[in-house]
């Protein structure tokens, strides 16, 4: 064969390996174009950004199926994040018609089929947040491109109303809330009926979060609406079970943002309310920080997921049966309230700055504050059960965060895991608590995870943005790829296209294992009865002191 014949033959192929690609494709609502992102000779991604998973929503309504287009819908461009205040909640950003989705389905040699599908759901306190939110780098923190390519398979990220627009409960049938989370549900139906045209296989959808979107994940699970269509499910830092988590008197709340409004309180309110400036609607969901007084932050967090008595029938801890058939991993971060610990304490992060006992009594006063003194007590003497009689700063410092980690995180994860465990019929269970030592400047040495660190982690960003992340940063992201996509793809983070460092043990109320993970990932990893003694003590000790009348 001669050279220009070769380097033909050579083009041929080279255009046949980059030709495994989806092109057009056919959904429920008309059809969509994405496009493909090549890595390799015979590796790439196809990307889908801005598919509308539901029409854009009534206001306080839940959402309506997308009515469709004729012709092809170009999806190579994120759609606008949900109304929402901004970080600093000075403003507003985003629209109402914000119910879309994107779409990463790698692809080798041949179009890919069959493949795994994960689900993730932001966090943000229900408040903000979005599919595409920005990360420190300019590029998406949530691209999927990374998990899709280590990991074979589909990603897929939503939009959800957050803050007012997606949480506004009445409490009752005239505004009965979790807005949000029916978008959720939502765009989860939606990759159910339609991933296989993708080359997913819609039998086998994980669902996984952080945060807020680690508790959504964890009212989606228990949601009965769901049956069938979930199969796996992650919760990074957050469970249904956690205290900011369910709102438990939605109406004073919603009368208040009346008033900002000013809508009237009683008779109307929701009439009202419907045909408010959205934005001033927006805005009058934000933080109450100034309120707090003395109280601890996480107290402000108000616009939550509501009982509806219908997508959430009963209180969390009631719905585990509906849980039986998914398989679940759950943890959290090992100092998760870190971020919460430093608002309440800020001495605890000033090298120059004392924090004293007395400290530690009033954070506990305020977490406990519904079960008074004898709660403080007995709270204050399981925390410092343990310390010499001269603590050492550190041990102050460190007691502060283990609190706020144990109480907004650790403890509620913890009984998610038993109780899905307990209810679960062939489901598996896997607990791990993440344990990098922090990235961010400047803060103590003793610091290990803080809140919200994982997800760079799990995202791949030590690969996308290698500049930005030394070798151990790329290696704890590697084994985190592997574990989840393990699990997605067989129901065990052990099984499946990528090597792990270590093998996790399920957790089972008897063994109780979990995996601290970490760039040093060995089988001492494996560890079990994860604060035990914390756990217990909120669980039991705590639940069963009386709440005396007000
Ligand atoms: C709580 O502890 C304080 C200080 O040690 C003590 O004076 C008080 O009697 C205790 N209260 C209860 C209800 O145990």
Known sequence: MD?????????????????????????????????????????????????????????????????????????????????????????????EDCLYLNIWVPQGRTVSTGLPVMVYIFGGAFLLGASNDVSFMGNSLYDGEEIADRGKVIVITVNYRVGTLGFLSTGDASGPGNYGLWDQHAAISWVHRNIRAFGGDPS????????????????????????????????????????????????????????????????????CLKITDPVALTKAGKLALEELGDGPVVFSLEL????????????????????????????TNDM??????????????????????????????????????PALNSSYSTYTRSWVPQPDQDTIKKTVVDIETDYLFLVPTQTALYLHEKNARGARSYSYVFSMPTRIPGFPRWMGSDHAEDVQYVFGK???????????????????????????????????????????????????????INNKISKDSVKRELRTRFVHYWTSTYASLPTPCP
């Open 304 to 331: 939550s997921p509501v009982v509806d008595g219908d997508f959430i029938p009963d209180l969390p801890s009631r719905l585990f049966h509906n849980t039986a058939h998914i398989d679940y991993i759950a943890g």
């Open 204 to 271: 086998s959808i994980t669902i996984f979060g952080q945060s807020a979107g680690a508790a959504s994940v964890s009212f989606q699970m228990l949601s009965p609406y769901n049956k069938g269509v979930i199969r796996r499910a992650i919760s990074q830092c957050g469970v249904a079970l956690s205290p900011w988590a369910l709102q438990k008197k939605p109406l004073a709340l919603a009368q208040k943002v009346a008033q900002t409004v000013g809508c009237p309180t009683q008779e109307g309110m929701m009439g």
């Open 462 to 516: 030590p690969f996308s943005t290698p500049l930005a992340y030394l070798p151990r940063h790329r290696d704890v992201s590697a084994y985190l790829i592997a574990y989840w996509t393990n699990f997605a793809r067989t129901g065990d983070p052990n099984q499946g296209e990528s090597q792990v460092p270590a093998t996790w043990p399920a957790f089972t109320s008897s063994g109780r294992h979990y995996l601290d």
């Open 3 to 95: 050279t220009s014949r070769f380097l033909a033959v050579l083009t041929l192929c080279l255009q046949a390996a980059s030709a495994a690609t989806l092109g057009v494709v056919s959904t429920e609502g008309g059809m969509v174009e994405g496009r493909n992102h090549r890595l390799g000779l015979f590796r790439s991604v196809d990307i889908f950004k801005g598919i509308p998973f539901a029409a854009p929503p009534g206001r306080f309504e839940k959402p309506k199926p997308h009515p469709g287009w004729s012709g092809v819908l170009k999806a190579t461009k994120f759609r606008e994040r949900c109304l929402q205040v901004t970080l600093l909640q000075t403003g507003t950003q985003g629209s």
């Open 336 to 373: 998760d309230g870190h971020l919460f610990a430093g608002m309440d304490v800020p001495s605890i992060n000033q090298n120059n700055k004392p924090t004293y006992p007395e400290d530690i009594r009033r954070l506990l006063a305020g977490l406990t504050a519904e079960k008074g003194e």
